[in-house]
């Protein structure tokens, strides 16, 4: 008889913890709000991934964007929006202004795609790691200088810097050589 409870209270729990933290989720979500009206936008963004981590909704993924973008983070606000696009429980109002919104970011950043013609390649912009080559992998940056490299054990590190335009995609390639290959001949000397 008690084994059969057991089964009962552990099939029950899930709902009980979904509950729960639908509840939490709405509480951080009130208090992320009333900081970003009061204008702690650092602080509103922070409570809202946590209630996002408790009950992931659509509508706190459109509060995080918004937040992201009066921080002047638009990357991060433009993934944030692309999220919530992929939601299938997101409103026809949600994603409307979510694509609105991405293509007024998308219009003042730009893109970088980035292909590395080894696999397993980390690849690096501006210092912070985002992602490893095998597909080329893209990122949305502000207007302006960016460097871009790839480096992989056995291999030279190889980098270059570019300059990304507002509203355009700026394709790198990158070749990275093998630690001790053989450069290129050496150049004729004069004659003896």
Do not use: C
Not at 11 to 34: H, I, N, Q, T, Y
Not at 112 to 134: C, F, N, T, W, Y
């Amino acid at each position: 008889m008690r084994a059969v409870a057991l089964v009962v209270l552990l099939v029950g729990a899930p709902a009980w913890a979904d509950k729960s933290g639908e509840r939490e989720a709405k509480a951080l979500f009130k208090e992320a709000k009333e900081l970003a009206e009061a204008g702690d936008m650092a602080g509103a963004f922070e409570l809202y991934q946590v209630a996002y981590q408790r009950f992931p909704n659509p509508k706190i993924l459109v509060n995080m964007a918004s937040v992201l973008e009066a921080m002047g983070r638009d990357a991060e606000a433009a993934e944030t929006y692309e999220k919530l696009l992929q939601d299938s429980g997101a409103s026809r109002s949600s994603r409307a202004q979510a694509e609105q919104k991405l293509a007024a970011i998308d219009a003042r950043l730009g893109r970088i795609k980035i292909e590395v013609d080894q696999r397993g390649a980390s690849i690096l912009l501006d210092g912070k790691a985002i992602g490893e080559s095998g597909q080329p992998v893209a990122a949305r940056v502000k207007p302006g200088g960016h460097a871009v490299l790839a480096k992989k054990d056995g291999f030279v590190p190889t980098a270059e810097t570019i300059e990304v335009v507002a509203g355009q995609e700026t394709v790198v390639s990158l070749t990275l050589q093998p630690i001790g290959a053989a450069g290129p001949p050496p150049a004729p000397g004069p004659a003896a």
